[in-house]
């Protein structure tokens, strides 16, 4: 399983980027919103930093499948990277399809049934993204339904990948990587939470202090 990035923060995928852990970035509009800052602008920015798919998502406000070709092709022409983020609705689908004929890259989002998944992937989707974190909010083990698109997709010969979206901590990421997702797209801190244990930094700790005990500074 491979890692993304679930932000539009710089200065975190930067150093995500650094660690080498991350391949690619995700947006949506809340988190475009969250920097304040102009879509077009950080996700050049973003894209100048990561090598790799770079998830644009079209406008909130966007929701007839005209609309949403247009600023799909917009965010295509942005860098070759950029895939296109289309929400799951049946105009959503129709975008899907003219833009993935079209050679653009697209990420069908907010998933939360197999049947969505499957109609995203028949659209020409690159990619769909199920909603982990928001399943299990309402009490709906998520990671039932990333096992069960990862069942389907492997049994109809599908290629468009699983990106485990909305992951809210580190157990997330196991669950995703036993339940067969192709990408987990996890915030800056997930990544943090799951290079942390206490026993490394003890080991740290000691290694240091006996090393200086017989060398000194
Ligand atoms: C994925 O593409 C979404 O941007 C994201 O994972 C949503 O996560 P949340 O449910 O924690 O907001």
């Known amino acids: 399983m491979k890692f993304f990035i679930d932000t539009a923060k710089v200065d975190d995928i930067k150093k995500a980027n650094d660690m080498g852990v991350i391949c690619g970035v995700t947006t949506n ?15 050049a920015e973003i894209a100048s ?21 247009a600023e799909g092709r917009a965010i295509a022409a942005i860098h070759p990277n950029m895939v296109v983020k289309i929400p799951m609705t049946a105009e959503g689908l129709k975008a899907c399809k003219v833009l993935s004929s079209e050679g653009i890259k697209t990420n069908v989002t907010l998933i939360f049934t197999a049947n969505q998944a499957l109609l995203a992937a ?16 309402i009490s ?74 017989v060398f000194g500074e």
Do not use: N
């Open 29 to 43: 509009p809340s988190l475009i919103a969250k920097e304040g800052r102009v879509f077009e602008e950080v996700i």
């Open 49 to 69: 930093i990561v090598d790799g798919p770079i998830s644009g998502e079209v406008k909130a406000t966007t929701t007839d499948a005209e609309g949403m070709i």
């Open 140 to 213: 709906t083990p998520g990671i039932d339904l990333i096992r069960t698109i990862s069942e389907i997709f492997a049994v109809a010969g599908i290629e468009t990948e699983i990106i485990a979206a909305s992951v809210r901590h580190p157990i997330h990421v196991i669950d995703c990587a036993l339940a067969g997702a192709d990408i987990a797209t996890v915030p800056y801190s997930v990544i943090e939470q799951m290079i942390k244990h206490p026993l490394t930094d003890q080991g740290i700790e000691k290694f240091q202090a006996d090393y200086k005990a």
């Open 122 to 137: 028949r659209a020409g989707a690159t990619y769909v993204s199920p909603f982990l974190g928001r399943l299990d909010d």
